[in-house]
């Protein structure tokens, strides 16, 4: 998703894997991380969400403030600060992930890949967990 070379309409198009670019969610005619993360109708409460959670984060700490408006995506997914709120985003909205089984030609490396990908998200939720409960436990 960082480099632009994953699941989206726009680069699985120009991999062949799929027909055109559009989104799968809503027809839109090009699907990019862009469009995924400000603008798909069918993403907006997940997207409001993201974007008042990266404000809210990134105004506490050091760098900085993001927002909707003056954020590119490169510039959020590098941005540390926003890794949590971005993998919250993922994980509620599959964005991605191709929707229903995979277009032909889709070779296992992208299922492996998403498999591992949700594997590494249960993990960090599971150590996010772990450190609220020792720091609820500390006070």
Sequence with gaps: MKTGHRLTGKYLAWTTRRPDATCWWCQYKIQTREHLFKNCP???????????TVLETTRKLPGPTRSRDRTNIAELLADQRCSQAVLTFLATTD????????????DEDAASEASEWEAREQEERAWARRKEEETLGME
């Design 42 to 52: 069918q993403r907006k409460s997940q997207q409001k969400t993201l974007w008042a």
């Design 95 to 106: 964005v991605g992930r191709t929707s229903g089984p995979p277009a032909a030609g889709e």
